[in-house]
């Protein structure tokens, strides 16, 4: 997995894939819907269950007599909830970092001909050919086996599509932590400070305040850094790095490649200062 990590060698064929992936996939509100925006959670783990689970299945079904049809059935349903699975995948690939596209390019390729094994393993089975499409069957689950092991890898130890930013509440002790004088906060405008040893961004609207995480959820970019925009009527705050954008106001994403929210501190105000909390 190391090696596979720094096989510098696979960085031409990335960069090629995705100026491919940003082509085929353009629009931002399609963009988003493939990287779970609307759910805020990835999409795309959560759309491999049904074909993995059928693939499984059907392999189960295989080895049982009178159960062709049945099979068949698992077969062709993997094969076609698989097609929204691959194409969320891309686009989560497409915005990782150099070492996670490496695994990541090798773990689609996998799992590319665990489906083309799988396409005609059920070619087979509709020709009559079951003890073919059998054998295809299990050629496709021990390829995508392999890219599921990958794909662990790549959420487990690279951190490919977890929340960067939350771990970072484990550093914050108990209690209220004074941040600034209110009279010092400027309207408008992104600050950086820190609790003990975590940045947070401050940004103040009125005598409203809110206090986030400074490390973008999606892969730690500094927030801090980040743009104020406004999307829809909502004041937002777009990470410098990818354009993960989320609400000021709750930490909402607006917009990925982030899948998930940005975490929002608990506020006070005591004697003109505010403090802030874990949540």
Not at 217 to 225: D, K, Y
């Amino acid at each position: 997995m190391t090696r596979l990590e720094q096989a510098t060698g696979l960085d031409r064929t990335s960069q090629r894939v995705q100026h491919v992936v940003a082509a085929a996939i353009r629009p931002q509100r399609l963009r988003d819907v493939l990287h779970g925006v609307g759910l805020g959670h990835p999409l795309h783990p959560a759309l491999v269950q049904l074909p993995i689970g059928a693939w499984v299945s059907s392999a189960i079904l295989d080895l049982m007599p009178g159960q062709r049809r049945a099979a068949t059935t698992l077969v062709a349903a993997g094969t076609a909830s698989a097609v929204p699975a691959v194409v969320a995948g891309w686009n989560d690939w497409s915005s990782l970092s150099r070492e996670q596209q490496r695994v990541g390019l090798v773990h689609a390729l996998a799992n590319g001909v665990g489906l083309a094994m799988y396409a005609g393993s059920l070619a087979a089975r509709l020709t009559g050919r079951y003890g073919l499409g059998r054998t295809l069957g299990l050629v496709g689950l021990t390829a995508v086996g392999g890219g599921g092991f990958l794909g662990g890898h790549l959420a487990y130890k690279q951190g490919a599509g977890v929340n960067h930013a939350v771990p970072e509440l484990r550093l914050i002790e108990d209690g209220w932590h004074a941040l600034a004088d209110m009279s010092a906060l400027p309207q408008h405008e992104l600050l950086t400070r820190r609790v003990d040893d975590v940045a947070v961004v401050v940004y103040r609207d009125g005598d409203d305040v809110t206090v986030m995480l400074e490390r973008c959820a999606h892969q730690s970019g500094p927030l801090g850094a980040g743009e104020v925009t406004t999307v829809n009527g909502r004041t937002c705050v777009t990470c410098p790095w990818h354009g993960s954008t989320f609400d000021l106001d709750n930490g909402e994403v607006v917009h990925g490649p982030a899948g998930t929210d940005q975490q929002v501190l608990p506020t006070r105000v005591i004697g003109g200062v505010l403090q802030t909390r874990l949540p």
